[in-house]
């Protein structure tokens, strides 16, 4: 059973950046797509960026909303994947979460995901 960990979260002030982690354990991330999610209050989950399986190349995709200032990568020797997050905005506030599945196709909808971590808080404020 896959079980996923977040961890990295923390306050940072506007135009700041942070780099969130997503450890996994009970399985190799190998095999599996990891998507980024984040949810603020109020609102539903928006999907944000997903990195394919290293047997699909590990191809990247991003929100609009992220693109060009977040960077998703995979180190599989550590079994972990990270979001680097620069440029940060008040509106980046939210619980990020990681989730795992087969593919990153279509890889803005929650429902496609089979494994989930807990979440961890990104503060964006001055």
């Known amino acids: 059973q896959l079980q996923l960990v977040e961890s990295g979260g923390g306050l940072v002030q506007p135009g700041g950046s942070l780099r969130l982690s997503c450890a996994a354990s009970g399985s190799t991330l190998d095999y599996y797509a990891i998507g980024w999610f984040r949810q603020a209050p109020g609102k539903e989950r928006e999907g944000v960026s997903c990195?394919?399986?290293?047997?699909?190349?590990?191809?990247?995709y991003y929100g609009n909303s992220v693109k060009g200032r977040f960077t998703i990568s995979r180190d599989n020797a550590k079994n972990t994947v990270y979001l680097q997050m620069n440029s940060l905005k008040p509106e980046d506030t939210a619980v990020y979460y990681c989730a795992a599945r087969r593919s990153c196709s279509g890889y803005a909808h929650p429902s496609q995901y089979d494994y989930w971590g807990q979440g961890t808080q990104v503060t964006v404020s001055s």
């Open positions: 990195i394919s399986s290293s047997a699909s190349a590990g191809s990247t």
